[in-house]
């Protein structure tokens, strides 16, 4: 694990560049100042960024690789969540409240990463005294998205589930071992192959 990357890629910044832009809510000033206090830090492949029982004191922003979020449940590892290239990540059973994590988030690629923390984030509310209610704005938005999928996802049969995953997130097939697909979808490895054969054979 690094922090403050020197030399980071244009590229990589650009992402949340984009992100905050496309919330139609900040100046570009406001955006240049946001991310000249950004604080940056890399991991490698399989490092873990939180731990079962660990109170997380922080939250992220995805610039570069993948993250799998997983439960631990008789042992074996559970995937409900991947977060890849333009997306925050936060252990919504942790950070806010600060309560023990009840999963893992670790590192399925090499990343890079932005780091917020509650001081950080107050001050730069004291900067920008509007970044408040854009903050809350987000973090509701983001919590309704994640309810929205856990109800699509529940309701859904795993067939429907992996052609959703298809539809909207493709890059994971290439980028995520197939026994973590599985897991995530619910279903076990030898069950995905079959789903992927059966929907080719209609094709």
Aim: proline residues 4%; charged residues 30%.
């Amino acid at each position: 694990m690094t922090d403050n990357i020197d030399g980071l890629q244009t590229r990589e910044l650009e992402i949340l560049k984009n992100f905050m832009k496309s919330m139609n809510m900040l100046t570009d000033d406001e955006i240049k100042l946001i991310l000249d206090s950004t604080k940056i830090r890399s991991y490698k492949k399989g490092d873990v960024v939180l731990r079962e029982g660990q109170v997380s004191k922080e939250c992220y922003f995805i610039l570069q690789g993948c993250v799998r979020e997983y439960y631990l449940v008789d042992g074996e590892e559970k995937s409900t969540a991947f977060y890849t290239e333009g997306q925050p990540m936060t252990s919504f059973t942790s950070y806010p409240a600060k309560k023990p994590s009840k999963h893992f988030l670790v590192c399925a690629e090499d990343c890079v990463v932005t780091v917020g923390n509650d001081d950080l984030i107050a001050d730069m509310c004291n900067k920008i005294p509007r970044l408040e209610p854009i903050i809350r704005h987000e973090v509701e938005k983001e919590t309704g998205k994640v309810q929205e999928e856990m109800a699509k996802f529940i309701t859904s049969s795993p067939e429907d589930r992996y052609k959703n995953l298809l539809e909207k997130r493709p890059e994971l097939l290439n980028r995520v071992p197939q026994h973590q697909i599985a897991s995530y979808l619910g279903v076990t490895p030898e069950s995905l192959s079959r789903i992927r054969k059966r929907l080719l054979t209609v094709k």
